[in-house]
């Protein structure tokens, strides 16, 4: 299995290193994979207005594990994935979730933090078709302009980037994709028409998203401060696994909250009871590790606070119908 690692929000960067891992060359903004590792490619398109995209279509010969290392740097990806396989199962994790499913075809639009790592291991015989879109926050800031509507944006990423927000991608989000990855316009145009559909799917994003802020159904009844120290708390809850979770009296005094509302108001904004949370993200990390293949089912263990191997194979069959030793075997 090939396994490569990258750190970089620089797009050009980025596609020479993968060019580097998969023993290919950059030429005239493409990367093509060698036959060995499979066939298609990696495309840098650049926006005038500064954003980079990668666009990518191809077909893996061996299993390839792809995993971007978090950073300091305060920058979001955007992506429009396609993942075609014929029956093995396909993981992705993203921070401390996970996505998973088995065979067929598997679709979704996702928006992430570089603050926090992302794997994806896809298995041979996969087809993979994608736009992946790098920005810093001051470009999204500028992007978006409107006061409200920023506003809005920065509330929403408030929420959810503690973890990652994914939707399967509709009918129209693949169709403005395929103009994209298989444009029909004249070559005249070609260049113009990819910019545009790029910058189309960015947008249509985005206004999803404040439709469904803006939607009073959806607003969550908490003040900005109340907001801030319920993030501390999740940081506190999730930030080392290998030690027992904060009691709800602790947590509930960092927040400034009864434990009544700290456990109301977390389920609110993180859509899980605090220790659901806590043990689906700890069981999510023990996934990453075991798909890295750098650590044992007794290290892994230890990293995630079960002294007794037993209950952790327990613990993690339950979350996820497989026993440790089988991720290791699955090389």
């Known amino acids: ?7 970089h929000t620089d797009y050009e960067e980025m596609l020479k290193h993968m060019a580097k891992s998969f023993n290919s060359k950059v030429k005239d903004g493409y990367m093509y994979l060698p036959k060995e590792f499979g066939e298609g490619y990696m495309r840098l398109i650049t926006l005038p207005n500064g954003l980079q995209a990668m666009v990518s ?12 290392k978090k950073i300091t740097a305060d920058y979001f990806t955007l992506r429009f994935d396609e993942a075609s396989t014929p029956s093995l199962p396909e993981t992705s994790t993203v921070g401390k979730k996970e996505i998973k499913e088995l065979g ?5 639009v996702f928006l992430m933090s570089t603050k926090f790592d992302w794997l994806f291991l896809t298995t041979k015989d996969t087809r993979v078709k994608g736009i992946n879109l ?5 470009w999204l ?7 409200k509507v920023g506003g809005i ?4 990423l408030s929420l959810k980037m503690s973890a990652f927000n994914y939707e399967p991608l509709d009918t129209e989000y693949k169709r403005i994709m395929g103009e994209v990855i298989n444009p029909s316009a004249d070559r005249i145009f070609e260049t113009l028409v990819i910019q545009n559909r790029i910058m189309l799917l960015l947008e249509r994003f985005f206004t999803r998203i404040y439709k469904k802020m803006s939607n009073s159904n959806y607003d969550v009844k908490i003040s900005n401060d109340d907001l801030e120290r319920l993030m501390v708390v999740e940081s506190e809850l999730v930030k080392d696994f290998s030690l027992v979770p904060p009691g709800i009296p602790k947590l ?5 909250m009864s434990p ?23 069981m999510n990390k023990a996934k990453a590790m075991l798909l890295s293949q750098k650590y044992n089912v007794k290290e892994v263990g230890m990293e995630v606070g079960y002294s007794n191997l037993s209950n952790f194979a327990k613990a993690f069959k339950k979350s996820f119908d497989q026993l440790p030793s089988d991720i290791l075997n699955n090389k």
Request: proline share 1%; net charge positive.
């Open 1 to 7: 299995m090939l396994k490569i690692e990258y750190d």
């Open 57 to 68: 279509d191809y077909t893996l010969h061996q299993d390839v594990l792809i995993q971007r």
């Open 104 to 108: 067929g075809t598997k679709s979704a």
């Open 134 to 138: 790098v920005f810093s926050r001051e």
């Open 141 to 147: 800031e500028s992007f978006l302009g409107v006061e």
């Open 153 to 156: 944006i920065k509330k929403y």
């Open 252 to 256: 509930a005094r960092m927040a400034a």
């Open 260 to 282: 009544s509302k700290l456990k109301t108001t977390f389920r609110e904004i993180y859509g899980l009871p605090i220790y659901q949370y806590y043990q689906k993200h700890r």
